[in-house]
């Protein structure tokens, strides 16, 4: 994948006009304006005509109703990913834990009979996660991705954010865009070597 480095212009020189922000003001205000009276003008004609979703063009969402697909890039709630077998494919080895900028993985590993470690405990603080997504990029195992989980993450109790291994085990099928993606970008492929 061939990687774009896109200069940035920092402090560009502005004319007075420029700098009185009255410009980007009515430039605002314009935007603004016309993806109001294009959502009006796509709303009535929907009421009016009894056309579907599928034929409007408005930005907005019904949500809860619909809800958005997240590009593929997004890094939503880290999961642990559940393989095929039904067992969790972490192994404890601890990685996650360490690279994880605020701490907030704790792990208690275990063998099985057949000398397999795994982890007995998996504590994620979803209050600390920041989402940076460095527990999937150090994991050897692919078994714990930033899914696409968004929504509904808020809570007024700190304790509900704190998610088990039961909370965080998704199966493999679920996570099949993602984990697509992981192997195809170009940093994962160098770490697959
Ligand atoms: S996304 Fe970042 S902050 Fe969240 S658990 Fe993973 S490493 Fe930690
Ligand atoms: S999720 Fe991955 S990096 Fe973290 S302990 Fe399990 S196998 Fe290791």
């Not at 982890?119 to 209050?127: E, K, N, V």
């Not at 993606?181 to 170009?186: D, E, K, P, V, Y």
Request: proline letters at 6%; charged letters at 25%.
């Amino acid at each position: 994948m061939a990687i774009t480095i896109k200069k940035i212009e920092r402090g560009p020189k502005l004319t007075l006009w420029e700098r009185s922000f009255v410009p980007e003001i009515l430039r605002g205000m314009w935007i603004t304006s016309r993806h109001f009276f294009h959502n009006m003008k796509t709303l009535t004609q929907e009421f009016a005509l009894g056309g579907g979703r599928s034929k409007r063009s408005i930005m907005t969402l019904y949500y809860p109703e619909e809800r958005p697909v997240t590009p593929v890039a997004y890094r939503g709630r880290p999961v642990l990913v559940r393989g095929a077998n039904g067992l969790e494919k972490c192994v404890a080895c601890g990685l996650c834990e360490a690279a994880c900028p605020p701490h907030c993985i704790s792990i208690v590993g275990a063998e099985r009979d057949n000398g397999d470690r795994y982890p007995t405990t998996y504590t994620l603080d979803g209050a600390k996660c920041i989402f940076c997504g460095r527990c999937e990029e150090v994991c050897p195992k692919e078994a714990i991705v930033m899914s696409d989980d968004w929504a509904e993450l808020c809570t007024y109790d700190r304790g509900e954010m704190l998610y088990d291994k039961e909370r965080l085990l998704r199966p493999e099928a679920s996570l099949a865009r993602r984990l697509a993606f992981l192997r195809n970008n170009a940093f994962s492929k160098a770490r697959y070597q």
